[in-house]
């Protein structure tokens, strides 16, 4: 519970009003067998199922939900984690893959939560429109910004930092502290995103405090040449 807290308070330090929310779900392998040795003795791998919700502009993870995997459809941890993101700070775009369409995802999402959801239909051309079931997944197939629906990308891109950072193998051995570890994980990443948030912010405003000086000098030349004029 503690973890979770930490993890949703880093959002809170960047200074957004409203939370631009992905969702997604990635593997970490649990077996500590070779991939030689499972696939020659077809042992089943095992692995843990991080889903998360993350302001996809600032890139901050702001809640996760973690599983054992083979598990259920990735769908059951959508409401968990958006009502909870909702609770830190609102809701302003939520999307998804299409592994997350279902009619009531968008009725919490626009309804309840006050958001607007883009979650493309999974059935687009298979399935017309007529026969496709709830108003907003009608809405979905007729049309959505794709350039909202893309900034889902950079969920992925989060995902690809924790893997290169910290690897795709989970070490723990116990169910409890596999769960920590990824949580753990998290946080590492969500303090390294900050940390370069901030020397962005920081040359951002150093280079606008150089061009202002700039500016200055050039105004105050401009004044002393009118002057011996």
């Not at 995997?69 to 609770?87: G, L, M």
């Not at 607007?116 to 959505?144: A, F, H, L, N, Q």
């Amino acid at each position: 519970m503690m973890l979770g807290k930490i993890i949703s308070s880093f959002i809170l330090f960047t200074g957004t009003r409203h939370i631009f929310t992905g969702i997604d779900a990635t593997g970490f392998k649990i077996t500590h067998t070779s991939e030689y040795y499972s696939i020659k003795t077809r042992l089943r791998k095992k692995y843990a199922k991080l889903s998360m919700g993350a302001d996809v502009l600032k890139q901050i993870i702001c809640k996760v939900k973690i599983r054992r995997a083979p598990t259920r459809h990735d769908n059951i941890d959508f409401k968990p984690i958006i009502t909870r993101i909702a609770k830190i700070k609102p809701l302003s775009v939520v999307v998804a893959d299409k592994g997350y369409d279902s009619e009531d995802n968008h009725i919490l999402v626009r309804e309840k939560l006050n958001g607007y959801s883009i979650i493309p239909s999974r059935y687009e051309k298979d399935v017309p429109i007529w026969k496709t079931r709830g108003r907003y997944r009608k809405e979905m197939k007729r049309r959505y910004n794709k350039i909202l629906y893309n900034q889902r990308n950079k969920d992925e891109t989060i995902v690809s930092v924790i893997k290169r950072l910290f690897g795709e193998h989970i070490t723990s051995r116990l169910i409890r502290m596999q769960n920590r570890e990824l949580v753990y994980r998290c946080i590492a990443y969500n303090a390294h995103r900050m940390l370069k948030l901030v020397i962005i912010r920081w040359i951002l405003q150093s280079l606008y405090h150089i061009y202002c000086i700039y500016k200055l000098s050039q105004s105050d030349t401009i004044n002393q040449s009118n002057g011996r004029n």
